[in-house]
């Protein structure tokens, strides 16, 4: 019979021993990656953003126009109410059809409620870089596309949700 002094301490390696397999292999091959959708409003002139909300510069894009936005700091959704995402090119530009989890559908669904919301911006926000403000101009069903990404952006967002 082994001591119980023995038994415990071979019961506490095996459990850190799995514990860093464990960690290992869900770290292996997930890269990092922060992706958010924000309600946002163009700014008036010179208006501080309400309480809640920050001022954003966007330099513009081919779907978006340039000018400073406030942004809701609470995401409607980030890259973990994602269930799939397509990404698809055209040219220099990319995009990406993204599925959502049903908590991010009940937000997307309580948001898009209001006919006003559907004209409103949403900035889009990909490893602190502002990608896009675009509108939904109608309700999402369970999938939207994502506008404004590189070819290289694009791919990294579906690898991603695929990985995780």
Known sequence: MKPIATTRATAIATAIATAIMALALTSCGNE???????????????????????????AGS???????YHVRR??????W?????K???SGDNAQVTVRFNEYA???LD???SEAANLKKPLALNLDGRWVS????????DDRLTLYGFSPAEAERVERFVASK
Do not use: I, Y
Not at 81 to 85: D, G, Q, R, T, Y
């Open 32 to 58: 990092e990656l922060t992706l958010k959708v924000c309600p946002a409003v163009p700014a008036v002139t010179d208006a501080e953003p309400p309480a809640g909300w920050l001022a954003v510069e966007f």
């Open 81 to 85: 109410n994602l269930m799939a995402a």
């Open 105 to 107: 559908k009940r937000l």
């Open 133 to 140: 403000f675009t509108p939904l101009l109608r309700p999402p």
């Open 110 to 112: 309580n948001f898009s």
């Open 62 to 68: 081919r779907h978006a126009a340039a000018g400073t």
């Open 74 to 79: 609470k995401p409607l959704f980030t890259e």
């Open 87 to 89: 990404a698809t090119q």
